[in-house]
C-alpha cells in the first residue's frame, strides 16, 4: 500500500471515530448532568420534562445530520433552541453547566463564519452561571461575579477555539491535498496505462517497419547483385551466342559469363548474412568503386573512369554500402538503356557530405515521363537507390534528356566510421 493510501485510510478512521463521540458526546453528558441534578433540591417533573425536550431536540439534529448537504439554516435554528433549552436547564439546576459545554462542540461542527463564535460566546455565559452557584447567586448580589467570570471564560474559550479552528482548517486543508494527491495519482495510473498501451503499439509498429525494412533491404540486394549479375550472364551468354564461329570470342563471354556467377553467388551469401560486399572487405570505397567501374568496362566494352575530390577518408559502413551501390545500380543502369560511349564517375568528399555522380553520353530519357513499367521516374533500381539514400537522410537527383545523357547524383551524410547512426 502507498503512503499516499495509508494517509487516506488513517485519516477515514479518526474521522469516523470523532463523528461516533460527536454523537454520543451530548446524550452522555446530559445523563451525567440529570444524575447530578437530581441528587441536589429540584424540581424533579420539570427537570426531567425539559431533560426529554432537549433529547428529542438532539435527535432532531441527529435527522438533520444524516444527509450529505444538511440546511444551514436549520442547522443555525437547532442550535438557537439548544442554547435556550441549556439556559432553561441551568436555570432550573445549575449541573447543567456541564451539559452546556455540548454549545462549543456544536458550535464548531455546525456553523460557520462569526456565527461559530457568537455560539462560543453564548454557551460561555451560560455556563458561567454554574460557576457562580446558578440564577438565584445572580439575583442575591454575585452579578458582578458572574460578569468577571463570564469574561474571563468568553477570552478563554474565544482563545481555544479559535486554536482549534485553526488546527480543523490545517486538517481540512491536509484533507484536500490528499485528495488532490489521491486524483493525481489515479491520473498518472491513467496516464501509466495508457503510456503501457502506447508503448505495447509502437513495438509492434517497430516489429512490422523492421519486417517492410528488412523486406525492402533483401528486395533491393537482390536487385543490385542477383538480378545485375544475371542480366550481365544473360549479356555474356548472348553474346556468346552471336559468336559461335569465333571460337576465342565464345571462350572470353563463357569465362566472363562464370566469373560473373561466381561473383553473384559470393554476393547471395553475404546478402543473407547481411555483411558488407565482397568488394569492400578490406578496401577503401574509392577502390571499391574503381574496381566495381573497370569490371564492368572490361563486360561492357564502355570506357568508364572514376575521379576522385576531396580529401578521401574512411566513412561509416552504412555511407560507402550505400555509395558502392549506387555506382552499381547507376552502371547497370548505363548498361541497359544509356547505349553510352563514356561513363564518368566522380566521388567527392566534403566536409559534411560525400557525393557520387554518374554522368554518361548515351540517349537520355525524359525524368517526367512515365515509366513502362509504372515506376514512375525510374524502375526498381532508381526507386531502391532512393529509398537506400534517404535511410541516410540523404538525397538522389536525377538530370536527363532525350539523346542528351544521363547524370544521376547520391548525396549522403558523411559519418565517420565508427560512428553510430
Known sequence: MSIEAELRRESARVERRERAVMRVLPYALLTVSTVIALMGPVIVPAVLGLTAVVAGWLGWLGHLDRGPDPDARLLGLYYVG????????????????????????????????????????????????????????????????????????????????????????HGRRQQRALAELHEANERLEAALAENAGLHAQLLTQAREAGVLDERQRMAREIHDTLAQSLAGILTQLQAAEQTMDRPDAVRRHVTNAVTLARESLTEARRTVHAVEPHVLVGARLPDAIDDVAARWSQVHHVEAALTITGDPRPMHVDVELTLLRAAQEGLANVAKHAAATRVGLTLSYMEDLVTLDIRDDGVGFDPGAARPDGAGTGGFGLAGMRQRVQRLAGRLDIESEPGGGTAVSATVPAIPAGSAR
Open 82 to 169: 439548544l442554547m435556550v433549552w441549556c439556559a432553561a436547564l441551568v436555570v432550573l439546576a445549575p449541573p447543567y453547566g456541564i451539559f452546556a459545554f455540548v454549545g462549543f462542540v456544536h458550535a464548531f461542527e455546525y456553523l460557520r463564519g462569526r456565527w461559530r463564535y457568537v455560539g462560543v460566546v453564548a454557551t460561555s455565559l451560560i455556563m458561567a452561571v454554574t460557576y457562580v452557584g446558578g440564577v438565584s447567586n445572580i439575583v442575591a448580589g454575585d452579578w458582578w461575579l458572574w460578569a468577571a467570570v463570564s469574561m474571563v471564560s468568553v477570552g478563554l474559550s474565544l482563545t481555544f477555539f479559535h486554536v482549534a479552528a485553526s488546527t480543523d482548517q
